[in-house]
């Protein structure tokens, strides 16, 4: 028996933010992680990804958790885990192009980890400065904060630093 009503639709993910609208967006981990994982919540937060007209799930957690649960409910995913002691520059290098070619070949995009913290805040803040989008840094670091309404700490700090120095840098040439 197939769902009806509101319920087909699924619910958003939480802490769901558009970067740039209906192209890349945020969030957490569908369905939540750790102690707060619900199976139910996962697979109605992925109905909605599905619903939402989402092309790719880019999980960025470590782990290949919800990877199954994407293909189940027919979402496309990229697994790109992005580990604590990753070396944050060739990982940005490599990520900030594969994500522009995929938008650029009309994919929209849903990127997640484990949860909307700091890595994924300063991940953000350096993908619009690195696209040109946003090129300077206090100014990329305080939309993002606005944008996720959480401050970027030390860790995505880091992360934003990197940006001027990577590869591909749009503006900079």
Request: hydrophobic share 40%; proline share 6%; aromatic share 8%.
């Amino acid at each position: 028996m197939g769902m009806k009503g509101k319920w087909a639709q699924g619910i958003r993910p939480r802490n769901f933010s558009w970067v740039i609208t209906d192209r890349f967006a945020v969030c957490e981990r569908p369905g939540g992680y750790g102690a707060n994982h619900r199976r139910v919540r996962r697979q109605e937060e992925i109905i909605w990804v599905r619903e939402q007209g989402f092309t790719k799930v880019i999980s960025l957690i470590p782990a290949n958790h919800n990877l199954h649960n994407y293909t189940e409910l027919e979402v496309a995913w990229l697994h790109r885990p992005f580990r604590a002691h990753e070396d944050a520059g060739p990982y940005l290098g490599s990520l900030f192009p594969e994500l522009e070619g995929l938008m650029a070949s009309g994919e929209k995009l849903l990127v997640h980890g484990e949860e909307l913290g700091d890595r994924i805040a300063g991940l953000v803040a350096a993908y619009v400065i690195w696209s040109g989008l946003v090129p300077e840094s206090p100014r990329a670091t305080m939309l993002v904060e606005r944008m996720l309404t959480r401050q970027i700490g030390p860790v995505g700090r880091e992360l934003i630093a990197l940006a001027p120095s990577l590869p591909g840098i749009r503006g900079r040439d």
